[in-house]
């Protein structure tokens, strides 16, 4: 079950990073306010060329160890929980234990 998770958010990431400069593209023409016929056309390249899976709502950040879905650190792609252990092991370079 999480190996099949991961695998479905990678084939996810790639869509998103095949189709970003079209999306972008497509998105600042239906933006732009003369082209009203356009958009219609637009609409429908949108729904009808892109997959479901290509959109950026679809990513869904796991962490990298553990596939545990909630309370990821961006900057490490890791679970707070392995933050903080692996952290106190001194493997992640500038992160200090805050107490007060």
């Not at 106190?88 to 107490?99: H, M, P, R, T, Y």
Request: aromatic letters at 12%; a positive charge.
């Amino acid at each position: 079950m999480k190996y099949q998770r991961r695998l479905n958010d990678n084939k996810r990431r790639n869509l998103y990073k095949k189709t970003e400069i079209l999306q972008c593209v497509l998105r600042v023409l239906y933006l732009f306010k003369s082209a009203v016929p356009i958009k219609l056309v637009i609409q429908k390249k949108i729904i009808y060329l892109l997959f479901r899976d290509s959109f950026k709502g679809r990513i869904k950040n796991y962490c990298v160890l553990t596939t545990r879905s909630r309370g990821i650190y961006r900057d490490f792609k890791v679970s707070r929980i392995l933050v903080r252990s692996l952290g106190a092991e001194g493997l992640f370079f500038g992160l200090k234990k805050a107490s007060w």
